[in-house]
């Protein structure tokens, strides 16, 4: 028995062997230079749509994930002074995975945790002086996010419409707080597209108008938000992340299982196998389309944004805003009085 | 071991079994309530959309298969006399099937004659008085499509591209020369969807511009073309022939195999499992997101259209069409002189 060879992959730029083969692209390169390839393009991208400025002061939202730590690693190596944010979701490791656990709320080292730590050793390993605000969403607001989903009616099914909530509004306040011009996410190519082609298969008109990798501040005081990473694809993010020695929590939220996105990502992964490069190709048309044919242009409706008199924050309601409201009612519900 | 027993499946109006149950509309029908809910619901469909009117005559584009046999049926049930159109083009069983045919080409009873013979049979069914247009092709203008597409530059793959350009010039001359107000084709809804998700995923906004069920013409002379059975699923159309007793060609076309548009079928199907109605609201949402936010307005080009000076018929060419100039070319390459 012969076993099959394959012919060795080389880096088109120094013949030594490549760590990775873009097909979209028709590139394969060693470990230095795909390193030097993601700077140039992800600074070639900030440039391009106009996402920031050598001056502006960059917040990098942190998971503990790979696309999130390799964004942040991206942009000190940029020369961005980029600080980072990390909120703790009080997350565990989900129903299954510990059998006293049925509540999917961390005790011990559950999967909040873990993601701290991957951050933890992440700023360790840049020698401790970067910047991390960390946000404990059970010490601030009184309750980890699984237990505040189960006790309002958001939480039925799910915690994510709640975790969402959650997340942009801390997100919102620390940029703000912090006086931060920008606020990165490193959402990939993978995540957008799979976003795009669910709010495409629903024709949801108002979400396609906004969907873009750089949002401008609705509201006073709100940072822009940006994707840096949007052209990258997920395994690309992988790579990068492998080569520059990057650790991070390769398990997905235990509560993102059999999401939709989920679905549409696969959807798209193999319609990607036949033609490579679709994925991008269907990302950068919608954006084009946008702005050369003015698509969507007579949907973006201008909402009449007020301000929570509790937060602070922009809000539909008139009162106090969906995130105040919701969590006032997490700890009325949890109050011991009611018990 | 005790076999699984399902409930029997009962028709909502007359409690008699049920022959199909369509979950996006949580409604199971007998034969009779079947066929007599697709006749309203047509009708309700060709109103709504405003098709055709009573006193349009109507040219059916039939090829032998249930969706256009079911549409011609569900029309003349309604009380239009509306007459048929078959093309014959000259396509064999293909490569494979018959092991000396290595050219697609009809030879004896081939794709194209069993087609035929089952539009003949229908006919025949319903006393033989309907009128049938038939065009073939290789007759007409020289050479099948298979052989036409070898000699042509369009035919280097596969001759579905020589084949659409020959099939909308013929439909659109017999229409013309026999007065008829409106062509109808039976694309149903599984046909209609995988169209579109292929224009989305690559953004053609000109494509999407003109998708739709109704197309106005575009030059003096034509037919509107409209598709009577948009909104039903390619399922249900098979279920309305089966009931009706119309025989049919189940094959798909040899050369349609692999199609690009069938994977788009595919994706959609899966879809549908877990989200019945999925393919539907997908559709349905196009539409209305085009007329209510007037998307792709500004992407409609308006083509100053030519006559073709051989064939009368539209061009976007100064000089002959492109039907024309394709097949003078294939004739002169077949001629018996350059052999």
Redesign the interface.
Known sequence: MTAKRYPLMLCRHCDAKAVINMRQHKLALCGPHYVDWVHKQTARFIDEYGMFAPEDRVLVAVSGGKDSLALWDILLALGYPADGLYIGLGIGWGIGHNPDDDTGESEGQGYSDTSYGYIQDFVQARGGDQTLHVVDVAEEFGATIPAAARVTNRGREKPCSLCGLTKRHIMNRVARDGGYDVLATGHNLDDEAAVLLGN????S?DYLARQGPVMPPSHPGLARKVKPLFRFYEREMAAYAIVRGIDYIYEECPFATGATTA?YKD?LN??EL?SPG?KL??YL??L??KKV???????HRTLDLLTCPTCGQPTTNPGECTFCRTWDRVRDRLAPSRT
């Open positions: 495409t298969l629903q024709w008109v679905r959807m193999n319609l036949s679709i190709q269907f048309r919608f084009k389309a044919n003015n698509l969507f242009e007579n949907a």
